[in-house]
DNA sequence: CTGAAAGCGCTTACAG
DNA sequence: CTGAAAGCGCTTACAG
């Protein structure tokens, strides 16, 4: 099908050896300027690349970095982060592929393009991660939960973002909280969490239970939430996130309920769409380019031979205010 | 490194043949049910996992569509697009992996992992797209220009867009157009050809050109595009996409000119935010659904060695009406 | 019904 | 300074 190293050979009437010291750039070996010369113009003039594949089976390894994202729909937050990523690697000689979690079993994947590291921002199951290692593939993981940790992966706390969600709407003299998750299914894993924290949050400042409704990103079903929480008389909601609560918002609207005089709004993420929003949306950010930067960094580390992940970023949470809170 | 298959003939106490037929399920073969079980038991036993990368080098293909992004943040749109072409990919054992065009190059990329299909949502230099095809692999392609027709090619025509925003708002009896674009770089390639339909929708209803404005993603920016529009006696804005919209939405009512009485807005790919802005948001959708499937379509038929794209699909463009125009 | 052998295209000790 | 040879792990004619 291709030109292979054999043809280069032949055309410059070397050896398939030469040929490899040259176009590879071996060191310690001492060809001839003149062959030097004789092979890489014979490689140029036959069109010759070399086979990535059977490459790979020599080495052992490739030069692929594989991201498996989680299912569920990525947000701007994600594409940004892929990008940093792809940008940090590519400086050490590594190409970043994504998986978006659909289709055929990661498991199958990985074999597939034997990567050099696969950076999951999902959780893997522990047994996968041992056959990645095992098949000499280095893993960087984040975790969604942050129950249990373990130290060679590292996470946002999901939970911590609920906590600061009511934190600061306890700042703003709220009572009586709502949260607002998603009837998207997909989401679970990340809004489990989340809402646990929102329910410590409560638990810590003295507060009931908050008032949970799971919504469609519909204003009319986001008016239905609005009606739940106002006979419950709850005065704030915290959203799984942006996009739920640019929901709330229309939802309130929609229920001649006012932001925040009435009901006060808080989202995770900051997209650029809350800005936007009217009100403007108070909301959680995440700080994606620092993660990113800290995703890179231990990728690195660990094809450096480190044990360990690098000390982990300084603190990637805070609370944008806005005028919904 | 690794279990190879020379472990499970030995542990089981047959030739590599014989475990290559079995795991393989090869037809023809008449493998006696005892030894296939003892086979199967072995590699089982002793973990074994068949390397991706020496099948690849034998077969010289693999099981992998990459699908390669332009260079621009991606949205809501395309991931839809990426979920969808995953899942019927699947159904034909490929999996699919997405380049975001960040990064290394892509012709290190494509040698790299030896896709069988390369799905291009951007445009390919015609050199590469011979080398790709020169090294056995399928290229399907999507313009994001509809100039030249390649009959080789799918795509969506960008310039009509802009041509219907303009129809739908002229409908309305809208009269000076303005035209909300972006400050970022990377969409010059989208954003060219929806301009360049706007300016032809305006010409085509007898109306002058229309006044354009580049806007960050603030309200500050939006601000001040909207003030220009008013000076320039502007009653109806399109948009480059939604989030501009959303932005121009955002500006407008800083300013105290009131949609659609004063001045309609229409976006284009109806993102969820769009119906819950405020006013909900007029958009043109592009039935990603549709256009996923067909893509995959495309893919598989050219896997099955067809020549030609299949006919393609029905108009996949609408104008969704809502209450800002 | 099963095995020995060749070969996919590369890299790299090892000789010379 | 350069070449013959082995081997990465697999599949598949070809023998038996």
Same mark, same amino acid.
């Given at each position: ?53 059977? $490459?790979?089976?020599?080495? /052992? @390894? +490739? !030069?692929?970095? =594989? #991201? ?8 701007? *937050? ?97 009572? $009586?909280?709502?949260?607002? /998750? @998603? +009837? !998207?299914?997909? =989401? #679970? ?8 924290? *929102? ?119 805070? *609370? ?6």
């Amino acid at each position: 099908m291709g030109v292979t190293s054999a043809d280069v050979a032949r055309a410059a009437g070397v050896s398939r050896t030469t040929v490899s010291y040259v176009l590879n750039g071996t060191p310690g070996t001492a060809i001839s300027e003149a062959t030097r010369q004789r092979v890489l113009d014979a490689a140029e003039r036959i069109g010759y690349a070399p086979s990535a594949t059977a $490459r790979a089976l020599r080495r /052992g @390894t +490739t !030069d692929l970095v =594989l #991201v498996v994202l989680p299912h569920w729909p990525i947000g701007p *937050v994600i594409d940004t982060l892929l990008d940093h990523l792809a940008d940090d690697l590519a400086a050490r000689g590594l190409s970043v592929l994504v998986h978006h979690g659909r289709g055929r079993p990661l498991s199958e994947l990985w074999r597939a393009v034997t990567p050099r590291t696969v950076v999951g921002l999902t959780a893997f199951a522990p047994e996968e991660v041992r056959a990645m290692r095992r098949a000499g593939i280095q893993v960087v993981g984040t975790r969604l939960d942050d129950e249990h940790h373990d130290p060679s992966v590292y996470a946002v706390s999901q939970r911590r973002i609920g906590r600061m969600q009511v934190a600061h709407l306890v700042e703003r003299g709220r009572t $009586r909280i709502g949260w607002a /998750g @998603t +009837t !998207d299914e997909r =989401l #679970v894993d990340f809004a489990g969490p989340r809402l646990e924290g *929102v329910r410590q949050g409560c638990a810590t400042a003295g507060l009931a239970e908050p008032v949970v409704a799971r919504l469609a990103l519909t204003a009319d079903s986001a008016a239905q939430a609005a009606r739940e929480w106002h006979e419950a008389g709850v005065d704030a909601v915290a959203a799984y996130n942006d996009e739920v609560a640019l929901a709330v918002l229309a939802g309130l609207r929609r229920e001649g309920l006012r932001v925040p005089e009435g009901v006060a709004v808080i989202g995770v993420d900051d997209i650029p769409a809350s800005a936007l929003a009217e009100p403007p949306l108070s909301t959680v950010s995440q700080s994606i380019e620092v993660q990113a930067a800290y995703l890179a960094q231990a990728t690195i580390a660990a094809l450096d031979g480190a044990t360990e992940l690098p000390p982990q970023p300084p603190d990637v949470l805070a *609370v944008v205010v806005r005028e919904s809170t």
